[in-house]
């Protein structure tokens, strides 16, 4: 990884946009894959249609923030930045997973999802760069 358009010289995503822009682009990447995969096994009779876990869609998403955890290797607080934004990315997920209690698993999973990738980008980029201020 180096320094680009999107990553610094040591490269961290450089800008709010670009973490929340490649988490969500991600989501939306996993999300297709699923719905496309629940359509084929509603279509084969295995399943019917909304029956996927929607919080499928978030592995790539995470996958993307492990690395810019990695970035910041040497950080101090990067752990308690990375456990405060877990702790409070589930704590809302779920309760937008609650909130949409009337809709096909898929759709109440991709709803907590999307919830807690914006909730835990949030808290990491501003967390991590208010630990490394001088």
Do not use: H, K
């Amino acid at each position: 990884m180096g320094a680009g358009p999107y990553r610094d010289e040591r490269g961290r995503l450089a800008s709010l946009g670009s973490l929340l822009g490649f988490a969500l682009a991600g989501f939306v990447f996993g999300l297709g894959v699923l719905v496309l995969l629940d359509v084929v096994l509603a279509a084969l009779g295995v399943s019917r249609f909304g029956r996927a876990n929607g919080w499928l869609a978030i592995v790539l998403p995470v996958w993307l923030l492990t690395e810019e955890f990695r970035a910041w290797r040497g950080q101090p607080g990067r752990v308690v930045v990375a456990l405060v934004g877990v702790a409070l990315a589930v704590a809302l997920g779920i309760l937008a997973n609650a909130i949409a209690g009337d809709l096909a698993p898929l759709a109440r999973g991709a709803s907590g999802a999307a919830v807690a990738i914006a909730a835990y980008s949030l808290v990491w980029y501003y967390g991590i760069r208010w630990m490394a201020r001088p």
